[in-house]
């Protein structure tokens, strides 16, 4: 029950991990956790010395791939009145201009756990924007798809 506990707890590490505070290096504290049989791990302090041995160490994730650039694909974006961002393909080329770019969370795993307490951090509202409500663009304060 304990090592549960403890890989629960090294899965919680993984979690904050993603939202930007540097991980815990997992690793056997001990240099003796090699030498003992396995059965070992089922000791609490034998498994909170010796994660690596154990396998209790979380697993990488690879960073999420940068966002896409929000870029107007038509030149005649720049001197475009902002009420044809109204119209759904005007919006599309001029996404930019007209502040419809596309929104999503940086890591949607860990922004659908996320409670909707946690959206008025900062932090956690920019990593996820969609999941906190802030995906949602506007022309002249109207809400124009959401």
């Known amino acids: 029950m304990k090592v549960f506990a403890i890989a629960l707890l090294a899965l919680i590490g993984l979690a904050v991990c993603d939202i930007g505070i540097p991980p815990m290096p997992c690793e056997d504290s001990m ?9 070992y791990c089922e000791k609490p ?3 909170k010395r010796c994660l690596l041995y154990c396998g209790l160490c979380p697993p990488q994730i690879p960073p999420s791939p940068p966002p896409r650039p929000c870029e107007d694909s038509s030149k005649t974006c720049a001197n475009l009145p902002m009420e ?3 119209d759904p393909d005007v ?3 001029c996404q930019k201009t007209c ?3 596309p929104c999503k969370d940086s890591n949607p ?6 409670p909707p307490a946690k959206c008025f951090e900062p932090l956690l509202r920019a990593l996820c924007p969609d999941k906190c409500g802030d995906c949602c663009p506007s022309v002249y304060g109207y809400s124009v798809y959401c």
């Open 45 to 47: 302090w034998f498994a």
């Open 31 to 39: 240099s003796s956790c090699a030498k003992r049989p396995k059965i």
């Open 109 to 114: 795993d860990i922004c659908a756990k996320l």
């Open 84 to 86: 044809k961002c109204f």
């Open 91 to 93: 919006r599309f080329k």
């Open 99 to 101: 502040n419809a770019c």
